[in-house]
């Protein structure tokens, strides 16, 4: 990435979306996602003084906060920083459409909402390779699970090498048939990690390597094999006694044979649906089986990932 010096763009604005991601996908701990058809959006413009406004819709918005802690706005300044910029005063409007808190990359996707914003601010500044976001959005979120297919869309397999972190991008088979059940209460992610124990047998952790190989071809090319595919022993049954619920609808779904997991940190669940009739049958089977409510999201596979357009120029 090149840094050029010049003075903020007043006026400036860009529209970004952003998708909701799930992680993991059962034996993929920390290393696969999936880039799913729901998004947050938001617009930002730069002001000719230093007043930082923030308005906030959606999913969370109560709890969000409209100051220079809002993940956004530290994610827009990490950017900046990196090029050798100070952020501009900025006017954010948000409308979050990722469910908070409940497994779907809430967080992953307002990085990757600040850091694509300030690209697109940043535009004929500074020059900004896919690798630059992604390295940009790990060092703000953590890990590059969620981040890489919130940025790029699709099925992405992450890690973090000598060279900081990859990725590589792939093509989901058209045969699978993303469903998200989300529940009503949310889960912390840190809770959740905090419950698996730091060492796994030799035995779990060659099932899940050979369960995570079979998951890569199961999604682009052999959805029948899902079900076996999506076996996992590192960290799902670990985190069941903090949502006992989303562990019962997980089982019952592999039971009757659907490609049921634990959607990032939980509580939500995602399955990995053989086709859209069958997506619809698990849907009718976890209303059946549940005493509280779970919303049903049946979705597609996001391509794109996150985007960003210059309201001025139209340019994406």
Known sequence: ??????????????????????????????????????YDELTVSVLSDDRLEIDV?????????????????????HVYKDAGRTMPGLRITAHNGVPHGRGLGSSGAAVTAGVLAAKGLLDGEADFTDADLLRLATELEGH???????????????????????????????????????????MSTVLARSLQPPHVSREDAVFNVSRSALLIAALTQSPELLLDATADRLHQDYRAEAMPETHMLVQTLRRAGFAAVVSGAGPSVLVLADGPGSRLEAAELAASVTDTPWEALMLAVDVRGGTVRDRAEGST
């Open 1 to 38: 990435m090149v840094a050029a010096v010049s003075e903020p763009v007043e006026g400036r604005t860009v529209t970004v979306r952003v998708p909701a991601t799930s992680a993991n996908l059962g034996p993929g701990f920390d290393t696969l996602g999936l880039a799913l058809s729901v």
């Open 144 to 186: 590059p699970d969620n981040v890489a297919p919130a940025l790029f869309g699709g099925l992405t397999i992450a890690w973090t090498g000598e060279r900081g972190p990859q990725h590589k991008k792939l093509l989901v088979h058209r045969g699978v048939a993303p469903l998200v059940l989300v529940p009503e209460r949310t």
């Open 57 to 77: 819709t959606g999913s969370g918005a109560a709890e969000i906060s409209r100051d220079e802690s809002n993940l956004v706005v530290r994610s827009i300044e």
